[in-house]
């Protein structure tokens, strides 16, 4: 299907004067900035997981970073979860904001600005746009379709919220991804696939000649964790224990799928036990390290296959060289996965189309967003217009009754609003609508700015909206 390419320009948005992110390119500190919405990101696409280990981000460490990053841009968004690493962000220009988000997770990370850039991938306006929507439908998944991302995605959303660092502009792209997400899912067979932990089980059922009867051992109570545990349910006789820090969440976790919880500091009896370990924490280093697995193992321990989701890792990748140990991480599940991507062709192509769809209804929001002030006051020039020329008319007219003074109103009122009709409609979906918005303020003596402050939402731009006549039939 074709798509209308929308440009983003001359939307002013108020900035902070003084930024300060240490060692990063700032962007001109000027009063007022044009929007420019861009992301930057590394994934399981670009980079192997060593690299994208170093610059992942932390759940604990987001609020830290999106506070930080708020300080040179209007508006950020952060996705970081075991396969991404994605910086959404609202800045006045899209090459160097895309450079400052570059060089933002090159000094975090104490990386080459080179290898951060040869890494990761930028885009821009539209671009950007469809990016994450793709990602919340999980057409950019290692496994397609999975059903965690979208979750990963809302969680991104609410951390920003709770931070104040969104603005309309992300608030309303992140609103849109989770509907993406969700159509995606509801009108294909998408929602239906496998997730990365299915496909990880998978791979150690092939590893072992079967689950079944086995001893597995679960590190972590997240939604990898969830993810894992709800495929082992299908496995006859499986026996599943949960490790967690936090031992509540453990137990939880455990009542909610009738398993067992042990606490954390027993982990060396229960990777004694083990005939496959699922690490998915969340730690900021490995929990399993090669050296303690081989001391609890013994001389001659039994066949064991750890599965490693974390990112950063959660197993010491020395444990392969372990006798009797095999390792099955992020990158072994990417290649399984890609030699199956073909048979979901079908599927596939009837989401990009959502997607496609979804991308054209937000571009068309802000869009109309740029020029809704400048509709508002056509129409209420037009309309200052239509009641004094009324007025006079029905002066000069002093024998009509009611029902015929109705008329001549109903007249005027109608020819007003066909007048209007499709210069509102050019102004509102043409991709020239914000230069021809400049056009109409000087055409009519409107008295607006040519700069449009549509990045803002504030009450006085719903106002604005909602007084466009309802004669116009624009939606």
Not at 156 to 176: M, S
Not at 244 to 251: C, D, H, I, K
């Amino acid at each position: 299907m074709s798509l209308r390419v929308y440009r983003f320009r001359r939307y002013v948005y108020p900035t902070r004067a003084d930024t300060s992110l240490d060692g990063v390119n700032q962007l001109p500190a000027e009063h007022e900035k044009t929007v420019q919405l861009v992301v930057v990101g590394i994934s399981h696409n670009t980079a192997p997981v060593g690299l994208r280990e170093e610059l992942t981000i932390p759940a604990d460490a987001l609020p830290g970073v999106l506070a930080e990053l708020r300080q040179s841009v209007a508006e950020v968004l952060v996705l970081s979860t075991c396969n991404r690493v994605e910086l959404y962000a609202v800045c006045g220009h899209e090459a160097s904001g895309a450079e400052l988000l570059r060089q933002f997770l090159a000094t975090r990370a104490g990386l080459p600005l080179r290898t951060v850039r040869d890494a990761t991938y930028a885009y821009g306006h539209q671009a950007a746009v469809r990016h994450l929507l793709r990602v919340a439908a999980g057409l950019d998944s290692m496994v397609v379709g999975e059903n965690e991302v979208l979750g990963q995605v809302r969680r991104a959303l609410v951390t920003a919220r709770r931070a104040e660092t969104l603005g309309p502009v992300l608030d309303r792209l992140g609103d849109a991804a989770i509907a993406c997400g969700k159509r995606a899912r509801t009108s294909t067979s998408l929602g239906d696939g496998e997730s990365v932990a299915s496909v990880a089980l998978r791979l150690a059922a092939r590893d072992r000649g079967g689950l079944e009867g086995a001893n597995v051992v679960v590190l972590g109570a997240g939604e990898t964790a969830k993810s894992a545990i709800s495929h082992l349910g299908t496995i006859k006789s499986v026996r599943v224990t949960i490790l967690n820090r936090t031992w509540e969440r453990a137990v939880e976790l455990a009542s909610l799928y009738e398993v067992d919880a042990r606490p954390w500091t027993e982990l060396p009896d229960a990777l004694a036990m083990a005939d496959v370990v699922v690490g998915c924490t969340g730690a900021h280093t490995p929990v399993v390290d090669a050296t303690k697995l081989m001391s609890v193992r013994g001389l001659e321990p039994e066949p064991l296959v750890c599965i490693d989701l974390g990112l950063p890792r959660d197993i010491d990748l020395a444990v392969s060289s372990i006798p009797g140990v095999r390792l099955i991480d992020l990158e072994r599940v990417g290649i399984e996965t890609s030699a199956r991507r073909a048979d979901r062709s079908r599927d596939l192509g009837q989401a990009e189309s959502i997607v496609e769809h979804e991308t054209e209804r937000y571009m068309e929001w802000w869009h109309g967003r740029g020029v809704a002030a400048t509709i508002a006051r056509l129409h209420a020039h037009a309309n200052a217009i239509r009641e004094a020329e009324l007025e006079r008319a029905l002066a000069r007219l002093p024998g009509l009754d009611a029902q015929a003074r109705g008329v001549v109103r109903d007249l005027a009122t109608r020819m007003a609003a066909k007048l209007l009709h499709e210069p509102t409609l050019a102004l509102k979906r043409d991709a020239e609508g914000v230069n021809m918005a400049v056009v109409v303020e000087r055409l009519f003596a409107l008295g607006g700015a040519t700069d449009f402050t549509a990045a803002r939402c504030g009450p006085e731009d719903r106002a604005a909206e909602s007084s466009i006549s309802p004669e116009s039939n624009v939606a």
